[in-house]
């Protein structure tokens, strides 16, 4: 009987048989697709999502997120322009909490999905794969978090609703729910096994 090593075993894409890895390309027993052992577009789906959060993720800073209609005077105030403003007035822990929200935590998982989509195509490091891991797994935890701008928008729109004030999401609140959306994505897409790999 053959021992053969888990590492070796490859699943055909297309009938899902099981096969023995004998070369870079092997042919699948059952129906004949050749097999290939590198995914070239492995990282593809990752890059292409990551592109569009930080495409979404400059219109949701240059408009406004919010847009408050007070005694027929329409006031319009972005991410950054609301941090300043609760900063201002004294609500340092609320602009603390929007300003890591909506500043740090997108652009520090952009980065760290950058760093790893470059890294598993061109080693930095082979000592760093634990690390790699650490940082994806971050990447996972903090996502949700990002969304607290879009909620914060969302409970106000919807419990105030006096005579004379009118709060309406902006633009900047849709492409800033696109951004965090295509960030989730573009982790969800990465292949931590090609962290192994390298």
């Not at 053959?2 to 092997?26: F, H, M, P, Q, Y």
């Not at 000592?127 to 607290?148: C, F, Q």
């Not at 900047?172 to 292949?191: E, G, I, K, Q």
């Amino acid at each position: 009987m053959i021992e053969v090593k888990e590492e070796e075993l490859l699943r055909c894409s297309v009938c899902e048989a099981v096969n023995i890895e004998k070369s870079d390309e092997t042919v699948c027993r059952r129906c004949g697709t050749t097999i290939h052992l590198k995914n070239d577009f492995s990282t593809q789906k990752s890059w292409a999502y990551l592109i569009t959060a930080m495409i979404a993720y400059v219109p949701a800073n240059l408009y406004p997120m919010l847009i408050t209609n007070q005694f027929g005077v329409t006031d319009a105030s972005t991410i950054m322009g609301g941090v300043v403003m609760l900063w201002e007035h004294g609500s340092y822990p609320i602009a603390a909490i929007i300003f890591f929200a909506s500043i740090v935590i997108p652009v520090m998982k952009f980065l760290i999905l950058i760093y790893l989509l470059i890294s598993v195509k061109y080693p930095i490091g082979k000592d760093r794969k634990v690390n790699k891991h650490k940082l994806y797994y971050i990447t996972e935890a903090i996502g949700p978090w990002s969304m607290i701008d879009v909620f914060v928008v969302a409970i106000l729109a919807a419990l105030i609703h006096l005579a004379n004030v009118e709060i309406v999401a902006g633009t900047a609140a849709t492409a800033f729910a696109l951004s965090v959306f295509f960030t989730l994505l573009a982790a969800h897409a990465f292949d931590t096994r090609l962290i192994k790999e390298n």
